[in-house]
């Protein structure tokens, strides 16, 4: 399929810097390129890629170099960044393909090609292992600087069917399966038709944080459909609920998730799972290892019901609720409960976006977080991004994008907080 570049933003050096950064950029893009034509200011050294100011030992990369004569190659795979070329006092200039990049339920392939003044010749492949989507670039030059006149240009790669063919504007992924458009916001924007539509559209809400200290799991967002809704050819804005913040003090719940809203329709945030009472929401959170009840389902101005229930603790934590199911007891006094399921529901839209968790080529959205064991195993999150619950460790945050609930933290442990929930996301889907 033709694919169309479009400059998103240019840096040119009018001084020395050892680095350059691109942020806050689009997620409206299929991949991104980067063109880098640059000279070092005294030495010939290595060049580095940061990705979203991750420093952690998350990055694998090899490379391959020949300069006529001889061939050589290296590769690291526990690194703190990418090393994907060289620059020299010459001349390097080298294109960075950044695949899938907006995708948030894999991890990122980056790919290099390039070459030196000098004959020298470069290729490489890294991986970047993180789910979430790239927000912002930084290419680093440790032990020297870029000279001034450095040129940096990034650009975003697209369909040039999405880019001729949509019937609207906005989100961060554009999509066809050859019946609909598929517009995804991961993020809040504005959904804009060129003409009028009959839509259908997709709502999660964010999903909560999780209790601390045998804590139970976070409740998932809210989920909310609607279908052959009339839109007009104006400006319509979408607002994505953020996840909630997981508890760190044993009596409160974590936070409850925000609400994701479209054209009038409302999706409530996921309920706190608490080390008591779990909270009531979108779907309720789990109850932790001092309770006498189950988190229970809010009862919104708005129907129908968005989720289901929290389980009930046992001297460990219970599951969140799940927009497919409720969460689940502790089946005993140290192990916890299993997320509530999310809702598979809506498959086609998430395997046609890459949204979503894919569990063996069926998508789900909005699982429960797993509440933690007491000194002993945390239980499995809900499909749908619900993170499983710790084991005398803090509660793993849910994936983003997705509405699942944050974990519960394992029992006898030190102070650390539950896991934070899922933002949601808003997909709104048209005929071609």
Do not use: C
């Amino acid at each position: 399929m033709p694919t169309t570049y479009t400059p998103i933003a240019t840096t040119t050096l009018t001084s020395p810097a050892n680095t350059v950064t691109f942020s806050s950029i689009s997620g409206s893009y299929t991949d991104l390129v980067i063109v880098m034509d640059a000279t070092a200011t005294t030495n010939f050294t290595n060049t580095k890629i940061v990705i979203n100011s991750d420093t952690g030992t998350n990055y694998s990369w090899t490379n391959l170099k020949g300069d006529g004569s001889s061939a050589s190659s290296a590769r690291d795979s526990t690194t703190a960044n990418l090393y994907l070329g060289l620059v020299n006092t010459g001349r390097g200039t080298y294109r960075f393909i950044f695949q899938n990049y907006s995708n948030a339920t894999t991890y990122k392939t980056i790919l290099s090609a390039g070459g030196l003044a000098g004959n020298r010749v470069e290729y490489g492949v890294g991986l970047w292992r993180n789910t979430a989507a790239i927000t912002s670039i930084q290419i680093v030059q440790p032990a020297d600087t870029f000279a001034s006149g450095s040129t940096f240009t990034l650009y975003g790669v697209a369909s040039a069917a999405v880019v001729s063919g949509a019937k609207a504007t906005g989100g961060d992924t554009i999509a066809t399966d050859g019946t609909y458009w598929y517009h995804a916001f991961r993020t809040s924007g504005t959904f804009t038709p060129s003409e009028n539509l009959t839509a259908d559209y997709l709502v999660v809400a964010g999903g909560a944080g999780g209790g601390w200290d045998a804590g139970g799991g976070g409740g998932a967002g809210g989920l909310r459909s609607q279908t052959s809704q009339s839109l007009s050819a104006t400006a319509y804005s979408v607002t994505v609920g953020a996840g909630g913040a997981g508890s760190s003090i044993f009596a409160n719940a974590g936070t409850n998730g925000s609400n994701s809203v479209f054209n009038a329709l409302t999706s409530t945030g996921g309920g706190g799972g608490s080390g008591i009472n779990g909270a009531n929401g979108g779907s309720g959170g789990g109850s932790g290892r001092n309770t006498g009840s189950v988190g229970g389902i809010s009862s919104p101005v708005t129907s129908p019901v968005q989720g289901f229930a929290g389980g009930n603790g046992n001297n460990a934590g219970a599951g969140g609720g799940g927009a497919g199911g409720a969460g689940s007891n502790s089946p005993s006094v140290q192990i916890g409960g299993a997320g509530g399921i999310g809702s598979s529901s809506f498959s086609s839209w998430g395997l046609t976006t890459g949204t979503g968790q894919n569990s063996s080529g069926t998508v789900y959205f909005a699982g429960g977080g797993g509440g933690g064991g007491n000194f002993a195993a945390g239980a499995a999150g809900g499909l749908g991004g619900g993170a499983a619950g710790g084991n005398n460790t803090v509660g793993a945050n849910a994936t983003a994008n997705t509405g699942g609930g944050g974990a519960g933290a394992g029992g006898g442990m030190p102070a650390g907080p539950g896991g934070a929930g899922g933002s949601g996301i808003i997909i709104v889907r048209y005929p071609v």
